[in-house]
């Protein structure tokens, strides 16, 4: 199941938001979500890949694109699919949204000095982080989907049958503090699931260094039959090696926040930076 080329600001059978109008009352109001065009190009990359090995039945593999990549056209086929691919932004709240779970020292001292239990406070860390959908600009409406899948929503789907999850386009520089646990709740939550693998980028890379490492690992997992980290570690060092040649490696744009890598100009001579290859990182079931 591919999902990718997102529209966030129009969900299933929407007009166009009117405006970017924020909202206060849930940690995801406070942020935009702009296009990932390019993540178009990298679904239709992986999906003839799949076509050319396996032949490409009437819905395997599905793509999910624009208005469809909804939070409930996910849920319905998530389930169905062994391999999930989501080539979309992640939302991370920022730090002025606690988690309840984190407790300052302090307080924790406190409470052990007068024999007493420290007191849950903020808010549920599984809604603050998860994964931009199809409306997630839009101003959320009373019992519907507000284009946010949280990490909390995800980790009550039935995931057992799904082998890896793929989160390519995950965008940690939403904030360079995070309220919650950042990507690797969106990871647990896929493990908590049910999902045996993930494998997560984290921060934006370019389109093309990233397109061309996930036909790698693909091409490693299904033709080459390699286990899966042995599939990333390869494509990884192929990247290394040979990503130049592919015209993927220039001078990046330097990036908003201090906590994000900033790809230096790189030679055409030598290997590729690091900044294009080592964010992806491979979590659970490795075979």
Same mark, same amino acid.
């Given at each position: 199941?591919?999902?990718?080329? &997102?529209?966030?600001?129009?969900?299933?059978?929407?007009?166009?938001?009117? /405006?970017?109008?924020?909202?206060?009352?849930?940690?995801?109001?406070?942020? +935009?979500? =702009?296009?990932?065009?390019?993540?178009?190009?990298?679904?239709?990359?992986?999906?003839?890949?799949?076509?050319?090995?396996?032949?490409?039945?009437?819905?395997?593999?599905?793509?999910?694109?624009? $208005?469809?990549?909804?939070?409930?056209?996910?849920?319905?086929?998530?389930?169905?699919?062994?391999?999930?691919?989501?080539?979309?932004?992640? #939302?991370? !709240? =920022?730090?002025? %949204?606690?988690?309840?779970?984190? &407790?300052?020292?302090?307080?924790?001292?406190?409470?052990?000095?007068?024999?007493?239990?420290?007191?849950?406070?903020?808010?549920?860390? =599984?809604?603050?982080?998860?994964?931009?959908?199809?409306?997630?600009?839009? *101003?959320?409406? /009373?019992?519907?989907?507000?284009?946010?899948? @949280?990490?909390?929503?995800?980790?009550?789907?039935?995931?057992?049958? &799904?082998? +890896?999850?793929?989160?390519?386009?995950?965008? @940690?520089?939403?904030?360079?503090?995070?309220?919650?646990?950042?990507?690797?709740?969106?990871? $647990? !939550?896929?493990?908590?699931?049910? !999902? $045996? @693998?993930?494998?997560?980028? #984290?921060?934006?890379?370019?389109?093309?260094? +990233?397109?061309?490492?996930?036909?790698? #690992?693909?091409?490693?997992?299904?033709?080459?039959?390699?286990?899966?980290?042995?599939?990333?570690? *390869?494509?990884?060092?192929?990247?290394?090696?040979?990503?130049?040649?592919?015209?993927?490696?220039?001078?990046?744009?330097?990036?908003?926040?201090?906590? *994000?890598?900033?790809?230096? !100009?790189?030679?055409?001579?030598? $290997?590729?930076?690091? %900044? %294009?290859?080592?964010? #992806? &990182?491979?979590?659970?079931?490795?075979?």
């Amino acid at each position: 199941l591919l999902l990718g080329d &997102v529209d966030y600001d129009r969900g299933p059978d929407q007009t166009a938001a009117a /405006s970017k109008t924020k909202h206060s009352y849930r940690p995801s109001s406070a942020l +935009t979500f =702009g296009p990932l065009t390019n993540t178009g190009l990298e679904i239709t990359s992986i999906r003839d890949l799949h076509g050319k090995l396996f032949g490409i039945k009437s819905d395997d593999p599905r793509a999910l694109v624009q $208005r469809e990549a909804d939070e409930a056209r996910f849920r319905e086929l998530a389930p169905q699919y062994r391999n999930l691919h989501l080539a979309t932004h992640g #939302f991370f !709240a =920022g730090a002025e %949204y606690a988690s309840a779970l984190a &407790v300052e020292q302090s307080d924790r001292n406190r409470s052990v000095a007068m024999g007493s239990e420290v007191p849950l406070k903020g808010f549920n860390p =599984g809604l603050l982080s998860g994964l931009a959908l199809a409306g997630a600009n839009r *101003e959320p409406t /009373s019992n519907e989907d507000d284009g946010i899948l @949280t990490a909390q929503e995800i980790g009550v789907m039935n995931l057992s049958g &799904v082998d +890896t999850v793929v989160l390519s386009a995950c965008d @940690t520089g939403l904030g360079a503090t995070a309220g919650g646990e950042g990507l690797l709740g969106v990871q $647990r !939550a896929f493990q908590v699931a049910g !999902a $045996r @693998t993930t494998v997560a980028s #984290f921060w934006k890379v370019d389109d093309l260094a +990233t397109r061309l490492l996930m036909e790698r #690992f693909y091409r490693n997992l299904w033709e080459k039959k390699l286990p899966r980290l042995d599939a990333l570690r *390869e494509a990884q060092l192929w990247m290394l090696e040979k990503g130049t040649e592919q015209g993927s490696v220039g001078r990046a744009p330097r990036l908003k926040t201090l906590s *994000e890598p900033v790809a230096p !100009a790189v030679p055409k001579a030598t $290997r590729t930076s690091p %900044y %294009y290859w080592a964010p #992806f &990182v491979l979590s659970g079931d490795w075979r």
